[in-house]
């Protein structure tokens, strides 16, 4: 069963960067993906990054060029790095895994960015 700790949300001014972590555990099996969810109050959960292979990713139209998603798999760790935040970049930031074998799916708890106007 993998496991999923966010870190490193808060408040920042628009036009500021922030970076969140994602700390990985349990048992990592391949092939996977593993990436950033975002949900505002009242939208539906939406992608932000996503690591479709090792070195391949994609990314949401809104954050493309903005944002970057990186990983450690040393340490089982990966980041997203957000610059140029706007204050529609305002959600709960969720870390996201999914074992493709066995098409299993875990979510970490979120943690909340907040981007002042």
């Known amino acids: 069963q993998v496991h999923l700790v966010e870190s490193g949300g808060g408040l920042v001014q628009a036009g500021g960067s922030l970076r969140v972590s994602c700390a990985i555990s349990?048992?990592?099996?391949?092939?996977?993906?593993m990436g950033w969810y975002r949900q505002s109050p009242g939208k539906q959960r939406a992608l932000v990054a996503l690591f479709i292979s090792t070195d391949s990713t994609a990314y949401g139209d809104s954050v493309k060029g903005r944002f970057t998603i990186s990983r450690d798999d040393a340490s089982n760790t990966m980041w997203l790095q957000m610059n140029s935040l706007k204050p529609d970049d305002t959600a709960t930031y969720y870390c996201y895994f999914k074992e493709l074998i066995g098409n299993v799916e875990v979510w970490g708890q979120g943690t909340q960015v907040t981007v002042s106007s």
């Open positions: 349990g048992d990592i099996l391949k092939p996977n993906v």
